[in-house]
């Protein structure tokens, strides 16, 4: 199994609908993070998760809401999804142990396509 | 805003050959790290380099960080038609122990056969 599972790995849904995207790790990090990728913007923070109580904004977070439901777990919400939405999303985590980081670990990824 | 900024956006070399893909950022940073990414496929962390680090290896690749000029390079040596990805690089330039890292846009490596 995968460190860090994204489900579900393609989706297409319409235009005003609500869709979850789920991510799960095995790895034990304290760290969760949701990116967006847009071809030739690179990776572009959502939010990020330092504990279960931490939750915090990124550079692009309007429209998204998320979840720490678990140490283990960190869903993103598109309330009412909209056609410039349309990208593939990724979950990454890292653990927290100062001159021990080294980089995130992320998952496969979810393509997301608002019609 | 992006942090790092990959050049060149487009890399096309014979197998065999050494691949160099250099990053510029704007910011004091705590560390610079390369990622790989295969078509469609998550990231893959493939080296860090920490602000005090001039330069390290693994394996095939060579990372170099110049503080002064807030500039770094991935140096691929003996290029295998495997390493064709995109490589981005990522800095950490959070106060602390945040970890909270900015990409750049990627460079796309081809390697051909």
């Known amino acids: 199994d995968a460190d860090v599972t994204q489900t579900p790995r393609n989706r297409i849904t319409k235009t005003g609908k609500r869709i979850m995207l789920e991510c799960s790790q095995t790895k034990g990090h304290d760290r969760m993070y949701w990116y967006r990728q847009d071809p030739g913007l690179g990776l572009r923070l959502i939010y990020y998760?330092?504990?279960?109580?931490?939750?915090n904004k990124g550079e692009i977070s309007d429209g998204y809401s998320v979840s720490r439901q678990a140490q283990a777990k960190f869903s993103l919400s598109l309330e009412s999804a909209i056609p410039n939405q349309t990208a593939l999303y990724f979950c990454a985590t890292s653990d927290s142990t100062g001159s021990q980081f080294n980089g995130y670990t992320f998952g496969s990824g979810t393509r997301l396509t608002v019609v | 805003s992006q942090q790092g900024e990959e050049d060149p956006q487009a890399l096309s070399i014979q197998e065999g050959e050494n691949a160099t893909m250099n990053c510029s950022y704007k910011t004091s940073i705590n560390n610079l790290q390369w990622y790989r990414q295969n078509s469609g496929r998550g990231l893959v962390h493939l080296i860090l380099?920490?602000?005090?680090?001039r330069e390290k290896h693994s394996g095939r690749l060579r990372v170099t960080l110049d503080t002064s000029k807030k500039s770094s390079s991935l140096l691929i040596t003996a290029s295998r038609a495997a390493d064709t990805a995109s490589y981005f690089c990522?800095?950490?330039?959070?106060?602390?122990?945040?970890?909270?890292?900015?990409f750049g846009k990627g460079t796309l490596l081809t390697v051909n056969p």
């Open positions: 990522a800095t950490d330039r959070s106060g602390g122990s945040n970890y909270k890292l900015t």
């Open positions: 380099i920490r602000s005090n680090e």
């Open positions: 998760s330092f504990d279960v109580k931490d939750i």
